[in-house]
């Protein structure tokens, strides 16, 4: 069948982590779709705030589903569907964080706020400078108070998450690890609504523009990948992708860095030859992500984060 759209994962699917915007061939092979009447949409954790047009290397997305599928806007930025998070679930986070000094921020539409830890983020930031990502000083934590923010991020041990789900199980939030495991141990962790991810942003979508999950193609990379690739019509791994990612897709398809998201283009629109992995092993792709982190953080004999 002609599939009549693709979403994309942007980091280590449309772009390999810490380049500063896709291989050309990516972007040839995107604007090539776009003009024989593809739509093409960027599916991100990121926030809207974050996702800069000079990352996209003259792509020009006809959507994006940001925030891991908690807000759905369009070419324009105009918001398509969006499923923020409740007072509950914010100070919930915040109590927590707090208690143990964990990085915290809250992705709002005009900016990251990290309500906890800020200058340990902003160092963490600060070590990869083409990531685009960034964050303010929200320690004051009081910018929920103009509206609420679609998704949070935290850095914490991944035993952690029983220890905040006894205390806050019952508010059902969804933690995504993202990117790999620093050295330390420690993991970074997207966070929305129970029951959000990207393939609820994917049918908000779809149903708003008159089409149906099955006319869709989704690719990603990362266990906040897992809910669009279960819900298109056929979901692809990159081979650089996680073992979770990897069991939710219909098939792996090529690395990143090795232009892996133009051959499956190019195959399922154009005709050409079947996009799979090459079998070369070139390692984490996270690599950029996994040093500062383990740099920047660190855990004390009790649990309680320290910064190096």
Same mark, same amino acid.
């Given at each position: 069948m002609q599939y009549?759209?693709?979403?994309?994962?942007?980091?280590?699917?449309?772009?390999p982590f810490g380049e500063p915007k896709p291989r050309p061939a990516v972007v040839k092979a995107v604007k090539k779709l776009q003009a024989a009447g593809g739509r093409f949409v960027l599916s991100t954790g990121r926030g809207y705030c974050v996702v800069h047009k000079e990352q996209l290397g003259g792509i020009r997305f006809d959507?994006?589903?940001?925030?891991?599928?908690?807000?759905?806007? #369009?070419?324009?930025g105009t918001i398509v569907a969006e499923?923020?998070?409740?007072?509950?679930?914010?100070?919930?986070?915040? %109590?927590?964080?707090e208690d143990y000094n964990y990085p915290l921020q809250?992705?709002?539409?005009?900016?990251?706020?990290?309500?906890?830890?800020?200058?340990?983020?902003?160092?963490?930031? #600060?070590?990869?400078?083409?990531?685009g990502l960034t964050c303010l000083d929200g320690e004051d934590q009081d910018r929920h108070l103009i509206d609420?923010?679609?998704?949070?991020?935290?850095?914490?041990p991944p035993q952690e998450l029983a220890h905040f789900n006894e205390k806050?199980?019952?508010?059902?939030?969804?933690?995504?690890?993202?990117?790999?495991?620093?050295? #330390?141990?420690?993991?970074?962790?997207?966070?929305?609504?129970?029951?959000?991810?990207?393939?609820?942003?994917?049918?908000?979508?779809c149903k708003k523009i008159g089409l149906t999950l099955a006319d869709a193609v989704a690719a990603g990379d990362s266990a906040n990948d897992v809910g669009m690739l279960k819900a298109a019509g056929l979901?692809?791994?990159?081979?650089?992708?996680?073992?979770?990612?990897?069991?939710?897709?219909?098939?792996?398809?090529?690395?990143?860095?090795? %232009?892996?998201?133009?051959?499956?283009?190019?195959e399922l629109w154009f005709d050409g030859p079947k996009a799979g992995p090459s079998g070369r092993d070139l390692g984490s792709a996270w690599g950029a992500?996994?040093?500062?982190?383990?740099?920047?953080?660190?855990?004390?004999?009790?649990?309680k984060a320290v910064k190096t």
């Open positions: 009549q759209l693709l979403a994309s994962d942007f980091d280590n699917t449309l772009v959507y994006a589903i940001t925030c891991n599928g908690a807000c759905v806007v #369009d070419k324009n499923h923020p998070l409740t007072n509950e679930e914010m100070y919930a986070l915040v %109590d927590f964080c809250f992705n709002y539409r005009d900016a990251y706020y990290a309500y906890c830890e800020y200058d340990a983020l902003k160092s963490f930031y #600060d070590a990869m400078p083409k990531s609420m923010p679609h998704a949070a991020f935290v850095v914490m806050f199980g019952h508010l059902n939030l969804h933690f995504m690890q993202v990117g790999g495991v620093g050295k #330390d141990g420690w993991c970074c962790y997207d966070v929305v609504r129970g029951g959000m991810d990207k393939g609820v942003g994917l049918a908000d979508l979901g692809c791994c990159m081979s650089n992708g996680t073992p979770d990612a990897k069991a939710a897709a219909d098939r792996v398809i090529g690395d990143v860095r090795e %232009d892996g998201l133009a051959a499956l283009i190019e992500m996994e040093k500062p982190r383990s740099q920047r953080f660190a855990a004390d004999e009790k649990g």
